[in-house]
Nanobody
Framework: QVQLVESGGGLVQAGGSLRLSCAAS????????MGWYRQAPGKQREMVAT???????NYADPVKGRFTISRDNAKSTVYLQMNSLKPEDTAVYYC??????????????WGRGSQVTVSS
């Protein structure tokens, strides 16, 4: 069974930094695209940043220049370094990955979410 386990969320003051991690576990043939999404209260889930297996990166405009996504393919892990955090970054952050799993074939998987709260 494939799982994505996130860590690193928490409470931080505006201007501070946090680093999120998301590790995939299970019997996996390959992991393709990975990314981070977020959902603030009363809002739809939105893309924050994505990274392909080859390292092509895409950021949402609100986080460009402040957030950095990276991945370690050997560890099946994706990271999100968040700097210069703003109160509007407050949301539940979800990890996403397209995975080819031994038991389930190819599909999209989501983590359970990690709360990030930025105080003003």
């Amino acid at each position: 069974q494939v799982q994505l386990v996130e860590s690193g969320g928490g409470l931080v003051q505006a201007g501070g930094s946090l680093r999120l991690s998301c590790a995939a576990s299970g019997i996996i043939f390959s992991i393709y695209g990975m990314g981070w999404y977020r959902q603030a209260p009363g809002k739809q889930r939105e893309m924050v940043a994505t990274i392909t297996r080859e390292g092509t990166i895409n950021y949402a405009d609100p986080v460009k220049g402040r957030f950095t996504i990276s991945r370690d393919n050997a560890k099946s892990t994706v990271y999100l370094q968040m700097n210069s955090l703003k109160p509007e970054d407050t949301a539940v952050y979800y990890c996403n990955a397209d995975i080819w799993a031994v038991s389930a074939g190819k599909g999209a998987y989501w983590g359970r979410g990690s709360q990030v709260t930025v105080s003003s």
